[in-house]
């Protein structure tokens, strides 16, 4: 074959390889241009009314607050729910639910079960004492904000009543994590003010 018929040959496969490699390129560019207006005018009142989706909401606000969260107090998880309602009887009764607003406070809440292991005698005993209420309530409360995994790295932490319990992973909570020898059983409760977590007997 003579050298005019191989550069010949040549150029005919460099035009077909650019031809397949440019052709959905110019389709494209040229659907885009000759496209009839209510196409175009539908692509962009689709732009306009798409609502965009927040990737990152499940991670949470920048201050730790979940979304799902942000409009929670921690009074909200802990009342109403028909599961904390001596711990609920007892924060209205102290005027301790008045006290949390302004700031973060962890919660450690004992479930209606919870106090159920008290004797009826005893738990009517408290129920008809404010200040005893008042003095067991404080010690249920933190100011500040702590999750499961604060609570495992801590040793101890000040009550609402300035005492200082000891909170952490504990042995007598079978290496899960405990305050004031209780059990913790439920964690992270999340709320806008705070972190609920559920206990498996009072403070006393």
């Known amino acids: 074959m003579s050298d005019a018929n191989v550069t010949q040959s040549n150029?005919?496969?460099?035009?077909?390889?650019?031809?397949?490699?440019?052709g959905p390129l110019t389709a494209l560019s040229l659907g885009n241009k000759y496209a009839d207006e209510e196409t175009r005018e539908r692509a962009n009142a689709g732009l306009e009314n798409a609502e965009p989706v927040?990737?990152?909401?499940?991670?949470?606000?920048?201050n730790g607050v979940p979304s799902y969260a942000s409009d929670k107090h921690v009074l909200d998880l802990v009342t109403g729910s028909g599961l904390f309602d001596d711990f609920e009887t007892m924060l209205t009764a102290t005027g301790i639910a008045d006290q949390l607003t302004g700031g973060d406070y962890t919660l450690f809440v004992p479930s209606d079960e919870a106090f159920s292991r008290m004797s009826p005698e005893q738990r009517a005993a408290l129920l008809n004492d404010k200040d005893a209420m008042s003095r067991?309530?404080?010690?249920?409360?933190?100011?500040?904000?702590?999750?499961?995994?604060?609570?495992?790295?801590?040793?101890?932490?000040?009550?609402?009543?300035?005492?200082?319990?000891?909170?952490?992973?504990?042995?007598?909570?079978?290496?899960?994590?405990?305050?004031?020898?209780?059990?913790?059983?439920k964690?992270?409760?999340?709320?806008?003010?705070?972190?609920v977590h559920v206990i498996d007997r009072p403070i006393m």
């Open 54 to 62: 927040d990737v990152l909401a499940r991670y949470g606000k920048p």
């Open 187 to 195: 964690t992270n409760l999340f709320a806008a003010d705070g972190v």
């Open 11 to 22: 150029r005919l496969v460099l035009f077909l390889g650019l031809a397949m490699a440019l």
């Open 136 to 185: 067991i309530v404080s010690k249920h409360i933190i100011p500040g904000r702590y999750t499961a995994t604060d609570l495992m790295q801590m040793q101890q932490a000040r009550t609402l009543d300035g005492e200082m319990i000891p909170v952490g992973t504990s042995s007598e909570a079978g290496g899960h994590i405990g305050v004031g020898g209780a059990g913790v059983v």
